[in-house]
T-cell receptor, first 111, second 115 residues
């Protein structure tokens, strides 16, 4: 499985933008980049995904590098409810069905 | 969309007992997955179903573990002769179909504690 690398933890002030980085230097052409987050005592929650182009939805934006070897999840205005562990995962269009989670980035929001 | 439902939310049992967990996926989803998560780690894949067929099992799924999905609807995960190391959160997820674009939708898990 193609692997991703994320910082173990990050902090951000409430109501400010947050940029969560992910490196995936061994990404293949058919790998989609997915982001999930996990709030305390809950299951993971799908946030956003993309293949080559930047993506926006109501939760976040995903910026994908031109060479696709890295991506950044952007929370435009962090709230206390965004405090969670964020996972960056590659999901192949033709390969394994399982999601391979790393340890993710634990995001702390400072009031 | 009522989401993925898992029951019970918590289960405490003595070592050596059998336990069974249930997962009800989103109704139109034909794929169902089981994961296990221990403290401080990301979820680890256990097994998945397409409709009623179990298509892949992880090496983590020892012979004490069995999963079923009769009629391609809800699924059960049974652990026989539980051990201390089975203490974990057991997560169920479902998705609509195959493909890299399809997100998985997770339930809130069943937390198993072995005394």
């Amino acid at each position: 499985d193609a692997k991703t690398t994320q910082p173990n933890s990050m902090e951000s002030n409430e109501e400010e933008p947050v940029h969560l980085p992910c490196n995936h230097s061994t990404i293949s052409g058919t790998d989609y980049i997915h982001w999930y987050r996990q709030l305390p005592s809950q299951g993971p929650e799908y946030v956003i995904h993309g293949l080559t182009s930047n993506v926006n939805n109501r939760m976040a934006s995903l910026a994908i590098a031109e060479d696709r070897k890295s991506s950044t999840l952007i929370l435009h205005r962090a709230t206390l409810r965004d405090a969670a562990v964020y996972y960056c995962i590659l999901q192949n269009d033709f390969g394994n069905e399982k999601l391979t989670f790393g340890t993710g980035t634990r995001l702390t929001i400072i009031p | 969309d009522t989401g993925v439902s898992q029951n019970p939310r918590h289960k405490i049992t003595k070592r050596g007992q059998n336990v069974t967990f249930r997962c009800d996926p989103i109704s139109e989803h034909n794929r169902l997955y089981w994961y296990r998560q221990t403290l401080g780690q990301g979820p680890e894949f256990l097994t998945y179903f397409q409709n009623e067929a179990q298509l892949e099992k992880s090496r983590l799924l020892s012979d004490r573990f069995s999963a079923e999905r009769p009629k391609g609807s809800f699924s059960t995960l049974e652990i026989q002769r539980t051990e201390q190391g089975d203490s974990a959160m057991y997560l169920c997820a479902s998705s609509l179909m195959q493909g890299g674009e399809q997100p998985q939708h997770f339930g809130d898990g069943t937390r198993l504690s072995i005394l």
